[in-house]
């Protein structure tokens, strides 16, 4: 019966990541199976933190975020877990040797978005390495299991990589994040008076991460290369819509990449896989 409730912890986590995004749930659906029950689990532990920041409104928030911290921990530890979404997780964390530094970091990000209004130079690389980066490691982790001169070759282009979604999702959200929650991600910058420079230096500076990234992507082997790259290819394309809007427009509204284009991404990234090219 153990068997039973493990299945049903992981599809938990699996349909969390289809419940919440199209984009990560398409590209998991691309990795060979083996790989795809621990990234869903890894993907429902961060989407469940990320809720608690976000979501939760109205509620104790800092209470909800130390009795996740707690349960995780235990559950880890015990190897057992009565939350589905938590047990899927630390099933993965020790079959696949997960540093617990990268889920310290990462909930001491969920914490600082408690604390942290406004972001200065340091304080953002430290909420983006524990928010994005150490999520790409996790996912390097069950890329490359038993395989640490692997790993440790691609851990730089995996972390430019969650950077550079992290930094596209700031732009995208920026109405919700400065208007709502009146948080700034990006350091000196004042959104009274948001300029078409400043925006096009922040632009330029993601793009910079999705360079450095790339060749890391096109060194993946093959069985999760076609995932991975067709994110990115999703991540892309969202950060050029953003690129063809005023400052003033992107304050106004949340964008994003049609289902249609979603769908020529994922035909156009396939072809290219099947014949050669990535």
Same mark, same amino acid.
């Given at each position: 019966m153990m068997q039973l409730y493990d299945k049903n912890a992981f599809d938990c986590s699996k349909i969390?990541?289809?419940?919440? =995004?199209t984009s990560f749930s398409m590209g998991i659906r691309l990795f060979k199976q083996k790989y795809r029950p621990a990234i869903y689990a890894i993907y429902g532990f961060v989407r469940f933190a990320d809720e608690i920041v976000d979501t939760f409104h109205g509620h104790d928030k800092k209470l909800l975020l130390d009795n996740l911290k707690k349960e995780t921990w235990l559950a880890i530890d015990s190897? +057992?877990?009565?939350?589905p979404i938590l047990h899927s997780f630390q099933k993965v964390v020790t079959e696949y040797d997960i540093d617990r530094e990268y889920i310290e970091a990462f909930l001491h990000s969920m914490e600082m978005d408690l604390n942290y209004k406004t972001y200065n130079q340091q304080e953002i690389k430290e909420y983006i390495y524990g928010s994005a980066e150490v999520v790409g490691l996790m996912c390097l982790k069950i890329f490359y299991k038993n395989k640490p001169d692997e790993f440790k070759e691609l851990v730089y282009p995996a972390r430019k990589l969650g950077e550079a979604f992290q930094k596209v999702?700031?732009?995208?959200?920026?109405?919700?994040? /400065?208007?709502? %929650? *009146?948080?700034?991600y990006f350091p000196g910058?004042? @959104?009274?008076?948001?300029?078409q420079e400043q925006k096009k230096k922040i632009e330029d500076d993601i793009l910079y991460?999705?360079?450095e990234a790339r060749p890391g992507i096109m %060194?993946?082997? %093959? $069985?999760?290369r076609l995932?991975? /790259?067709?994110?990115?290819?999703?991540?892309?394309?969202?950060?050029?819509k953003i690129?063809?809007? =005023?400052?003033?427009?992107?304050? *106004? *509204?949340? /964008?994003?990449? =049609?289902?249609?284009?979603?769908?020529? +991404?994922?035909? $156009? =990234?396939?072809?290219?896989? *099947? @014949?050669? %090219?990535?």
């Open positions: 969390t990541a289809n419940n919440y =995004s190897g +057992l877990c009565t939350n999702n700031f732009l995208r959200d920026i109405r919700a994040d /400065y208007v709502d %929650k *009146q948080r700034i910058v004042e @959104f009274e008076n948001f300029t991460d999705f360079e %060194k993946l082997h %093959k $069985d999760v995932g991975v /790259y067709l994110a990115y290819r999703y991540y892309l394309e969202l950060l050029k690129r063809e809007t =005023s400052p003033e427009e992107i304050l *106004q *509204q949340r /964008y994003r990449v =049609s289902d249609t284009t979603k769908m020529w +991404l994922l035909a $156009d =990234s396939w072809f290219g896989y *099947q @014949f050669g %090219k990535l």
